[in-house]
């Protein structure tokens, strides 16, 4: 009985204190498409990474020239020379693979750029937050926008329009 009457006591000031916490919610994602610089970042990566889809297509699509090229001679080609020719097309495949990977990969060329661009705005942004929070005595912002399990959220809480107005 003690257990139980402990316990309730417990959950009651629990409670009594996580509902003294103060919070805001912000939508990140319209906040960052509020920000010019951001939309202009991301139209200029995009175009980036369809001149660089276009670059790797053509290095796969020669190395599928080189392979039906291949096919084509089999029969006619010696042992040695097929082996040969085989391992060359292995090479270019190998080759265009690495290169996709040196512009698209974790620390590939358009990771880079996404970096140089991107992460100086959100840097702005995250401060704008953290220095309106302080400022206001938030003591925990959520961010409802890459959030899918927040189901309801009054909109008193939400501070997005007002941490729009402080970047600008």
């Not at 939309?39 to 190395?63: C, G, I, P």
């Amino acid at each position: 009985m003690k257990k139980m009457i402990l316990t309730l006591v417990l959950a009651i000031m629990t409670a009594g204190i996580a509902s003294a916490q103060n919070y805001m919610v912000v939508d990140s994602e319209k906040i960052f498409k509020s920000i010019s610089s951001y939309n202009t970042a991301l139209d200029s990566l995009e175009k980036l990474a369809e001149q660089y889809q276009q670059q790797v297509d053509a290095k796969f699509a020669e190395v599928e020239q080189l392979y039906n090229s291949y096919m084509q001679q089999r029969a006619s080609l010696n042992e040695s020379y097929r082996q040969q020719y085989e391992q060359m097309i292995l090479q270019k495949e190998a080759e265009a693979t690495e290169y996709q990977e040196s512009l698209f990969g974790t620390e590939g060329e358009l990771m880079k750029k996404r970096m140089e661009l991107i992460q100086p705005i959100q840097q702005r942004v995250f401060s704008t937050i953290e220095s309106f929070s302080k400022q206001y005595g938030y003591d925990l912002v959520i961010d409802i926008s890459a959030n899918p399990t927040i189901l309801y959220y009054s909109s008193k809480v939400d501070f997005t329009e007002r941490i729009i107005s402080a970047l600008k």
